[in-house]
């Protein structure tokens, strides 16, 4: 069974990356699915850290399908988001695809995910916790939460206790959706385990009109937060570009989550 994972009493790791926290409140993780280009970084950075975003995301080294699909900019995509995170103050986060992407992953930005095609990469995991940095670990798209659970000990076990588990959708059959979002499975991962949990609705669903939704939808059931795919011009995004949201999407978002956290409980006089 996986010890450090477990949940023992009622409290939830708080996994501090530099100085926003995960398990405290509700945070967004947002940025483009793939760092295209400086401007592009740059605008999507200051755009999601104007709507109150907490962390910039983007992949340098992208994990696609088709070996004929943009593979990202890599190292030069580091740099990129490295610098965008550094200009607008939100930590950034980078995915690793393999073990020598990790010093230049670790040097430069807050927190290292590990995707899903790799969450039972665990000489990748061991490594990436050797880092010190803190991790994201997103769910196989096939992967039991017990599975999940496990990997996620690979981590904690090498002296790392800061780690993060997203629920990205698992396969479903249906194709109106890319995968289904497992929101139960979420919440059941919160009775087994003392790890913030988060919910990734565009990998989940690859639509943009299910995303600001999913995201109330995980706040209201107490998740610890969402990641969310954002392009300052998603028709020219070059991978993904269905399911980002544009920064007017993405404010909308976030004043709908506000209205979520503080709802206004209209009473209604019955007669
Ligand atoms: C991503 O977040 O960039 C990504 C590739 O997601 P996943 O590993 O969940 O498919
Ligand atoms: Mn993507």
């Known amino acids: 069974m996986y010890e450090l994972a477990r949940r023992t009493n009622a409290a939830t790791t708080v996994v501090q990356v530099d100085d926003v926290t995960i398990g405290e409140g509700f ?23 104007q709507h109150g975003a907490g962390l910039l995301r983007g992949g340098a080294f992208k994990p696609r399908t088709s070996p004929y699909s943009f593979q990202g900019l890599g190292e030069r995509g580091v740099e990129l988001i490295a610098a965008a995170s550094r200009r607008t103050g939100l930590p950034a986060v980078v995915e690793a695809l393999a073990v020598e992407q990790l010093p230049i992953l670790a040097e430069q930005v807050a927190m290292i995910q590990i995707g899903a095609r790799n969450m039972q990469n665990f000489a990748l995991i061991q490594a990436a916790a050797r880092t010190g940095r803190p991790l994201l670990l997103k769910r196989g798209p096939a992967a039991t939460l017990d599975e999940l659970l496990f990997a996620a000990e690979y981590a904690l076990l090498e002296g790392n206790p800061n780690v993060v588990l997203c629920e990205r959708g698992v396969r479903g059959f249906d194709p109106h959706t890319r995968n289904l979002l497992d929101l139960a499975g979420a919440l059941r991962l919160k009775e087994l385990t003392h790890l913030p949990v988060i919910v990734d609705p565009s990998h989940a669903t690859g639509r943009r009109s299910l995303i600001a939704p999913l995201v109330a939808a995980a706040a209201a059931c107490g998740l610890d937060g969402a990641m969310v795919e954002v392009h300052p011009e998603p028709a020219r995004a070059k991978s993904d570009a269905e399911q980002a949201l544009d920064l007017e999407a993405f404010a909308e978002l976030m004043m709908r989550l506000a209205s979520v956290r503080e709802p206004k409980i209209v009473a209604t006089a019955c007669r």
């Open 27 to 49: 945070v967004v993780i947002a940025g483009p699915c793939a760092i295209e280009d400086e401007m592009q970084i740059e605008s999507a950075a200051r755009g999601v850290a």
